[in-house]
C-alpha cells in the first residue's frame, strides 16, 4: 500500500525563488531517497508539487510500500535550511 510524505521546498534549497528551486528540492529529496536504498520510479515517485494554506509551496512524495516511507521518516531528511 503506498504512502505520501509532503516536504517544504525550501527546507531543502538554498535558492530563494523561481522554478530552479523547485528543482533544486527534488534533486536534494531524491538524492537523499537515493542514499537511503530507494529508487525513482521502483521505490517512489514524484506525485504533486503544491502550494499550501500558507503560500509555501510543498513537494509530494508517495512511497510505493507504507514500510519505506515510514523509515525515511524516522531517519528522516537532511534539511538544507534547518
Excluded at 16 to 40: P, W
Excluded at 52 to 68: A, V
Amino acid at each position: 500500500m503506498s504512502e505520501y510524505i509532503i516536504y517544504e521546498t525550501m527546507d531543502f534549497t538554498n535558492i530563494k525563488e523561481g522554478t530552479f528551486a523547485t528543482y533544486d528540492a527534488i534533486a536534494n529529496i531524491s538524492n537523499q531517497l537515493a542514499n537511503n536504498g530507494l529508487n525513482k520510479g521502483v521505490d517512489w515517485e514524484l506525485a504533486e508539487v503544491n502550494h499550501n494554506s500558507d503560500g509555501q509551496q510543498e513537494i509530494q512524495i508517495e512511497f510505493r510500500q507504507s514500510e519505506d516511507a515510514m523509515l525515511i521518516k524516522l531517519k528522516g531528511l537532511k534539511k538544507v535550511n534547518g
